[in-house]
Every structure is written in structure tokens, then in C-alpha cells.
């Protein structure tokens, strides 16, 4: 069942209710709110026309392509949101980005929804970026927590080094601390996947025609793909960053902006 641009106007009203309490309450975020909003339906607007012609086109390069723009603004968000530097952050991240999402990605289109044609816009795009969606916000936190951590407590980390451990045992306890950080909030979803929460992929599977089985079966699918994509790149990115934020003597250098 479609929605129409009358109907979609009228759903939007809802974000009065929001709206409300954020200026009653003097909270500031009514304007982010707004501009947020506002961005949000021109972005969507605007990939809805690419993606249909994205999909009538259905050229491998091309689909590729797209999925290297998406890995080049992860990137670049990564290194926003993070405050690191480029050079610690740039690279490492890029390779995570599309290594993960390709690995995992292709696993999933070959082996579970035996594609012939895995570069088929339909199923590549979308596995893609939602595979690229789960990763950024991972990993952006694991690598916040994790220099962030080093950096806060040079002491300790040094004092490990001095007594003699590794150069991994030293970053084992700040890289413990940025995975359960990371990780938590992503167990704590899926335990109460389909009980306390309806996934949005499922339910809007459901709502464009699929049997809920089927619907069922691709959320648990991408609920493990993305998961094992985010660990991946996430340990992928710290693995190609350290090399850059650390010297050989295991020296931190100053890695935020």
C-alpha cells in the first residue's frame, strides 16, 4: 500500500508533539529539530530519484560506485564525529568500511539469498548500506572510547609497557572498555528483538506485502550481518589506525584535532 504525498504531510504532523515539549521545556532543539527534519526529507526525497534510476539502470560499476561514495562519507563522518585525525582515522576507516561491508555483504547475497547476480541493485545497494549504517556508528564509538581512554589515562597505559607487557596486553583493558561500550546497547536490542521491539526492516517488509515468516527470516538475517560487519570493521580500523597513532615504541602521538 503507497502513501500518499497528502497522507505523508498529515503523518508528519506528528512531529508537533516533539516539537511541544522540546520548546516547553526550554531545551534548545527545537531549531536542530527542525533542520534536522528538513534535511532528512530533502535527503530521502532526493535518494528516493537516484535510487530509481539506480535500479532501472542496474550496472554493476555503477552499483560499486555508489558503495564507494557511502564508504567516503562514513569516512568522512567517522573522523567528525570522533574529533581524530585524518591521517590516524582517513585510511584505516576507508579500508574497514568496504573490506566488512563486502566480506559480509557478498557472504549474505551469495550464500543465503543464493544470487546469481550479487551486483543486482535491488538486494547489493540496500544490504550495503545498511550494513555501512550499523558500522559507522560502532565505529565511531569504539575508536572515541578507545584513544580517548589511552589518552586519559597515559599513565597506566605506560606503566604496562614499562612492566613488560605487549603492546596489545597494554591496549587490552582500553580496548575492552570501547568494544563492551560499543557491543551492549547491540546485545541488549537483539535480546529483545520481536518481544519489547518490532524491527523497522520487518515491519516494513510486512507492510510492502511480504509473509511475516519471510519477513522474520531476512531481519534475523540482517540483525548477524551487521553485528559480524561492525565487529569486523571495527577491529580491521583499529588494527590499520594504531600502526599510524602509535610509534615503534608503543608512543602514543596526538591523535585528536
Known sequence: MDISYTSLGIGMCLLLIPLYFLWKLQTGLVR??????????????????????LFE??????NTLWVIVMAVIATHTTG????????VVAVPSFVAFMVSALVVGFFFLVFVLHLEHPFTARYFVPIMGILMGNMLGVNVLTLSTFYSGIEREQATYYYLLGTGATRFEAWLPFLREAVIKSFTPCIANMAVMGIVALPGTMIGQILGGSAPDVAVKYQMMIVIITMSASMLSLMLALWLSTRRAFDAFGRLATVFR
Open 32 to 53: 536542530s529539530t527542525l533542520i534536522a527534519a528538513l534535511r532528512m526529507i530533502v535527503q530521502l526525497a532526493l535518494i528516493s530519484v537516484y535510487l530509481r534510476y
Open 80 to 87: 567528525q564525529r570522533t574529533g581524530l585525525r585524518r591521517r
Open 57 to 62: 539502470w542496474d550496472l554493476p560499476w555503477l
